[in-house]
């Protein structure tokens, strides 16, 4: 009974990943044809929504793969004793070694997260990977190539979106190390996973191909859900109404920091984007965009749920929001 019972709560749950599957399909493909010769007359609203939740699907889809297997470089290829050995053994100097991780990993915060719960499952701890995943997408080099390109004339911008992350996630690194039951961090289905142990000693390759399929199935339904919910808050949201907010200093960090929730864009490219409002906002309100985006955003909070309790991600947003807007209140009155 206990086997049927397990067999079927797999079923049902691979035939919930299949009709998300099937429903996203269906969505690029109206997409396609309403935007062919071929026309398919949709309301003006449901055509963004289509287009936007689309693109930060297709956008998000190649690094999430590429996070995926480094995820198993890490935790089948790469020898554990290998990676502790390379880091000091205090905890402030592991974190801090574990946020510059990220310049040898040029993925966005979507291919992160299966990095993150791939250090879990090889023995670091929940602070050391939400250290990481809040510093790596931004501490890379292909994010701050694209900050510098999209800001050539300031390199203050450059230099405080860095640090920013750099303190930023430090400081949550900190204050979730002196959690001392990691059940309240990581919620129980990842915990269980990590727990698994291979009985059949299955050969390299076959346990990449198993543990591939396996985060895939967990990730791509959450980053779909995101992109979707992403989509539907910009339809619902006019944008004039953020704008309108730019002149105050204060309301302007704040309405940059709304955006970046909204948006939902990817940090290698996000530069690019904020540069469209920086003779409208504040320097600080463009480091604030800059600094949260790529670690709180509407699709990053439903993938952070596959590993995170609901109880961490509220934590963690609230100390990523205030943070935030410390740092750009300090670049405003610096700058």
Known sequence: MAIYSTNRLRGEKWEVRLTGLLLILALLLVRFFSASTIHVGLPNRLQDLITLSASVILESFPFVVLGIVLSIVVQIWLPQAVIQSWLPKNGFLRRLCISFTGVLLPVCECGNLPVARSLVAQGFTAAESITFLLAAPI?????????????????????????????IANVIGWLFSKEKHETRVLNAAFITSCKVKDEHNHAKWWRSIELFRAEMGNIMPALFIGSVVAGCIQVIVPREVLLGLGANPVISILAMVVLAFIVSICSNVDAFF??????????????????????IDVKMLALMRTTYTKRTLVQIT??????????????????
Do not use: C, E, K, W
């Open 139 to 167: 501490l890379n080099p292909v994010t701050l190539v694209t900050t510098h390109q999209a800001f050539p004339g300031d390199t203050r911008l450059l230099i405080a979106r860095a640090l920013g992350a750099l303190i």
């Open 274 to 295: 904020a540069l469209a409002f920086s003779t409208t906002f504040s320097t600080g309100a463009v480091v604030a965009f800059l600094v949260f985006g790529p670690m």
């Open 318 to 335: 609230v100390l990523v929001l205030l943070l935030t807007i410390i740092l750009g209140l300090a670049v405003n009155y610096a700058f």
